[in-house]
């Protein structure tokens, strides 16, 4: 099982940037999905995440509006589009995944985790 996260890079203040998760050696429709970041000094934190059945999203309240939770089961992906990006939202992305499962937005629960993508955003 392997979750590939990708699509981070440094933007300014105002920019957008997409992630991207791809899940391999898994049933992907089968997972909830989910986004966390991690900035320097600070525990991880929930950021969006998606039920297995995809008829749902949970936003953290920092993100609410801006940031766009969706999969597309087809190609194993699970995305996070990011608008109107500020440098509080730079932090290490990890994406995670748990079986028929509703979304957690704490980290404990998820079986399977990302290897980080960093998103840098300057003023």
């Known amino acids: 099982v392997q979750l590939q996260a990708s699509g981070g890079g440094l933007v300014q203040a105002g920019g957008s940037l997409r992630l991207s998760c791809v899940a391999s050696?898994?049933?992907?429709?089968?997972?909830?999905m989910a986004w966390f970041r991690q900035a320097p000094g600070k525990e991880r934190e929930f950021v969006a995440g998606?039920?297995?059945?995809?008829?749902?999203?949970s936003y953290a309240d920092s993100v609410k509006g801006r940031f766009t939770i969706s999969r597309d089961n087809a190609k194993n992906t699970v995305y996070l589009q990011m608008n109107s990006l500020k440098p509080e939202d730079t932090a290490v992305y990890y994406c995670?995944?748990?079986?028929?499962?509703?979304?957690?937005?704490?980290?404990?629960?998820?079986?399977?985790w990302g290897q980080g993508t960093q998103v840098t955003v300057s003023s």
């Open positions: 998606m039920r297995w059945s995809g008829d749902s999203a």
């Open positions: 050696g898994i049933t992907f429709s089968s997972l909830a």
């Open positions: 995670a995944a748990k079986y028929f499962s509703s979304t957690y937005t704490y980290a404990s629960p998820y079986d399977y």
